[in-house]
Every structure is written in C-alpha cells, then in structure tokens.
C-alpha cells in the first residue's frame, strides 16, 4: 500500500484547514479518502450519505472552505523537508496502526522530525506525563521512570511540557535511550521556548511529532486534543504529578477510554500536585498504582519478556523474510550498530538495497537506526542471534 | 442475657492457661459453654463428638491443663478491678458483637480498663495502624487522620505502639476524641514504657483493651493474634505508613478476611515505609486509596450521613425503649453532660434506676460517658433532639 502524491497532497491541505481530531472531518475521510474529503470541503462534491447536513456540519465546512484560500500544503510540505521533517499518512510504512484506536479522531497526517522511525518505536512505548508545575518529587520521579523505561529499550512519550514531561524526555535521553514529544502546533514551534535545547536533542535522539503543518502556533484546545495522541502513541499512560485540574488528568482519561492501561503514581497526600494522581487511584476502577519501571512494565505486559514478540502491530517472524532482507538483517553485528555501507558489504548487497531493506526491518521491528547506524533492536536482538549458526 | 460468676470465672481461667484466639478453644467454648471447655481442659469432661482428639488436639489440652495449676483467675479478676478495669465476656453488654465475625478466633474474654464502653465506641470505629519507624509523613498523617476522626465523634483504635499508631491515638486525644488502644499482653503492662503516659491518658479518654489477663506480656506471637482485634473493632482499617514487611500488613490481611473496608494512605515512591501502603494498593482487589478523613468516613459508610443508624450492632429505635429509659435519655441536656445525680432528678427516678438506664442507654448508642458524666452521643443527639418537643 503506498499513499499517492494527490493523497497525500489533500491531507496536507486539510491539516491547514481544519483543527486537529474534528470527527466530520474523520468521516469524511473515511467515506472518500482525503482527495474526496477535500471536495466536500472545497464544495466541488456533495456531503455523502449517511453525513446528515445539519446546521453544524454546514458551519463547519464554511469554516474549512473559508481557510482553502490561505491553506498552501506544497509550501508545508516543503517547509517541513526543509527542517529534515517528513508528513506521514496512513497507509505510510511509518504511519502508527495503534492510531486506528480514536477512530473518526484519527490524525488526517503527521508531521514529524526526528531520526526514529514512529512505528517501530510506539510498539515499546509507555507515555509518561504530569504536571507543569512539578514539584522537586515529580522531576525526579519522572526523570527515574524515563530513564529506566528507555534504559529497557522502551520509548518515553511525552507533550515537551515544561515540569513531569520535560523530565521524562530528559530522563530518556539521559540514559540514551528514545524518546518522542508530540506538539500541539507545528514541530518548528518550539513550545515551551525554554525547552528549545531539549526538543533539539530530541530530534537527533526520538521524535518530534505533530498534527498541524509548520508554523501553527499551540493553543489551549490544540493542547487538550494532542493529548489523545500521547495517549493513543503509547501502550500505556503514566500520570507522574497531577495537580486537581490538570492536563494531565485529560490524557488520562484519553488512555481509560482507549483501552490503554492508566497508572499513576502516588505522592505525599499533602502535596498539591499528587491530587489529581490520588483522584485516578481512587477512580472506579482505579489507575494502577505505579512506584518504579518495573510496575510500569508490567502492566503494558512486557516484565521479563522482551523476548517475546509484542503481540501489537504486523511484527513478521524471521521466517517471513525474504532472502536478500534476511540476509540484510544478518549483516548486522551482534552487538553496537554498523553503518549501512558496512552491512551492504557484509551482506553482499549495493548500498540502495541495503538501506531499502533496513527500513522495512525497522518498520517490522528488526532493527532500529542509532546516532552512527542500525542494529539489531533490543527485543529482536536476542531471539535472532539465538538462531543463528554459532 | 446475663453472664454468671461460674461462667466469667471460666473465661478468665481459659485466658489463663491458653494463647489468646486458639481455634481449638474457641470450637470447645461454643459447643460447651466456657465451663463445659474448661471441665475439658482439666480432663473431668470428654472431648466433645465432632472435635477430632488428633495428635495435636491432645498436646495442646496437655499445655493448658499444665498452666492450670498456675493460674489464679479470681486473682486476676481481682487485680484488674483493683486497676478500676473489668473482664468483659460474650454476653455481657459491653461486649462487641462484632467479634462474632472473629469465628473460632473470638477472644474468650476482654481486659478492659477505661471510662469508654467498648460496644458502644466500636459502633463508630476506624482503626488507624503503621509501622513503627514512621517517617514525621506517616506520624503527622497519622495524627491529622486520628484527631479529625475523633472530632466528628468516630473512635480511633490502634495498638498503642510507637510511630504511627502512638500518632494516631495522640491526635484523637488532642481533639478531645474517643481512642482505643489494644494491647498485646495484659493491660496493667504498659508496653512499650515510653507511652505509659500516653496509656493513662487513654484510659481516661478511651480504653486499653487486652485478651491476656493482667500481668501477661506482650510477646511476638500475641502481637500478630493482637492484630485481629484491631481490625475486628473497627468499621475499617486505615495502614498509614508500612514498610514491606510491617506488622501493619498483617493487620490490613486480617481487616481483608473479615470483610471489612481496607485503606491504604500513599506517599512517596522512595519513602521504604510507603512501600508497604503501596502493595496494598496494587493488589487485586487493591485496598482504598485514602488521602484524608473525609475519602475515610466515605469508605467505612457513613460520610454526611452520621445522623443516620449506624447498621451495625442492634442499636434500639427511640420508640422501642420503656417509658423509665426513655424519661431518663431525655432528662440529659441537649448540648454538654450531666451528672447521673442531675439525670436522676430530672427524670424523676432514683440514682441506682438513672445509672442503670444509662448503661442501658449507653449500650444501645443513644448515650455516652464524659469525664464529667453522661452526654447524648453526637450520632444519636440530633436524631433524638428533633423528636423531643420544642
């Protein structure tokens, strides 16, 4: 399945004009197919059936129809290449199955700049977020949680807030390990400004991710509707320091209603920022208490077993592969990463297939590009050096 | 239903010759009466049919008729008085019925001495237990939890060790409040010595209560029986601050297999006497997450609802009492305590008829005693006010 430049051009369009998540949009798509969505939009083709015009949906597309003018998805687009960034749509290799969960809220594209590759990387993945106003407890449990989780090959995702999220961040690349922060506005906004280092190093070391083309600013209803997304990115969600009100509360209750396990962690019941954490424990059913990585993992199902495969997304058995990718994957060294140059040789392959081959590995879980290369990623690591010949 | 001297002085003989809550003692006391199980210890009377005479049946009677010689009962029963304190047994008015839950395990008799009435006080109890090494967290937790409890009339049992529990019986006592300590050994042993003050004052404020006979003392295995008592007496259990292996956690078991509300207090995740809290809240089911008196008084069922009977213990209607208890409930006065000499005239009775009608009173939860006398207890008093004529 390949997505189509005409696709993929009608997507850009309706990320600019549209706000992010609007499920009349969602269905349009799902009806028509983003080029057919944008024909409703520009008015060139009717509402389908079965999408009763209200006076809200007719609201709503003037509202679309009225931005078309400003909207100009190739300078988007181009802008985004320019920053090293690429827009990802379903269908793409990269493009995140999980997200099939918010269904008519699914993201129309993502925008992304980083060096990982977002699929591959959600299928460890926990989501680790909290409060701005963090206290000293909660930067540091964020921190520990962040690092230990990316030191055990998992993802940290999280909003690149200032307090819990940027100590998660934080902690991931500390412990260079992965780590992705999705944005409310567009992944050249670095929002909060004072993080601009942090989101620098995520690009080299993770993801930034977005639902809105360059140069939209963040808002407060783009905030509360990213949230789904680090919700819907993550096999769980771990509420470090919430405060009565917080955001946070919010992607929490994204994860409950997508099924995806809750937790959070408890603090000192006179500190204002572990209120909202007390409230989830008390919820019914309650979050899951968490007080370390290893309960972290063993609620997203994981303890003791990155053997195993992980039962989401279309992982291929070894078997499965092909000759010439099979012999890709075997170039790779045992332990550490190679540059692509160095596995083509070693696999007797010219430099276009090797790499070819290495992103359909990443994007099967195989492996996972590094700051010098690829190597075998860490749950497929040692079950296919267990099959080789010794 | 009354208790005869014959039967108390079996019960205080059985404290005497065996560890408090065998299981083999208790079966024999329900088939044949205190007396009847202790014609069987001495060996005068058979092994009643039903109760297998195993291996370990025989021992165990061996080990108690060999403290028989030993033991004094109506010396015990003496020094106790001597101490203003009294043996309660089952039948007796005072004595909880919801001990019945204990099974097999119901004490054979309870040391008590106090100005509280125990059935009564454990109409509205919340036990408040923790380790000893408490954190100043857990110890100021534990004060805050025992003074507002007690200020909205809720008695707060614990077992009168160091940390948390002295906590806890300490800030009921500061809000003037009704607290219960229950202890290991006998109840003229004031262990550990540096609360002998604090065991004084709670006589005066509450009660020490105790299965052994005085002049028992605490020993390892009596604390772990103790355990059963405290969650026993209360509505629920609140475990303040519990490092991995705390006795507290035993209590918390014990609260589980009796059915009653059990309540952790989470702090934080690197505080090692929190861990103990948080196994509780991850297990399955986990125990409540409690931030303050108020999440407490929800859980054990009474939140905003004080003015409504408490529905456990057969507490009397207003209506049902005779027309001398009812003159007496309503010579007290609406608001502070009266004397029983004032009750009297007020009611139009005489002194010993007044104190006995309190008694009465008492144990159905309408009254309750003061240092300075008799007072409506803060349950039943609006209740009955808006009865009264105006």
Sequence with gaps: MTVSDGERLARAALCAVAEPGEALLGRLIDRLGPQGALAVVRGTEPVPDGVPVTERVRTRLAAWRAR???????????ICARLDGR???PGDPEWPTTLDDLGDRRPYALWLRGRADLRHRC????AIVGTRAASPYGVRVAADLGAELAER???VISGGALGVDGAAHRGALAADGWTIAVLAGGVDRFYPSRHEALFREIIEQGLLVGECPP?????????????RLIAALARGTVVVEAAARSGALNTAAHARRLGRPLMAVPGPVDSPTSVGCHK????VPPARCVTGSAEVLEEVGAIGADLAPVPQGPVLPFDALDPTTRAVLEALPARGSAGPARIAVRAGVDLPTATGRLGQLAAA???ERTRTGWRLSRSAGPRLSSRRPP
Excluded at 68 to 78: G, K, R
Excluded at 123 to 126: G, P
Excluded at 280 to 283: A, G, K, Q
Aim: charged fraction near 30%; glycine fraction near 10%; hydrophobic fraction near 45%.
């Design 215 to 227: 140069g939209t600013d963040p808002g407060r209803l783009r905030f509360l509707i990213r949230n």
């Design 123 to 126: 299928l460890h993945a926990v």
């Design 280 to 283: 989830l424990l008390r919820e």
């Design 153 to 155: 090959g998992w993802t």
């Design 68 to 78: 078309l003018d400003d909207a100009d998805p190739e300078a988007d687009l181009e």
């Design 87 to 89: 827009m990802i749509c």
């Design 365 to 367: 879980g195989f492996v």
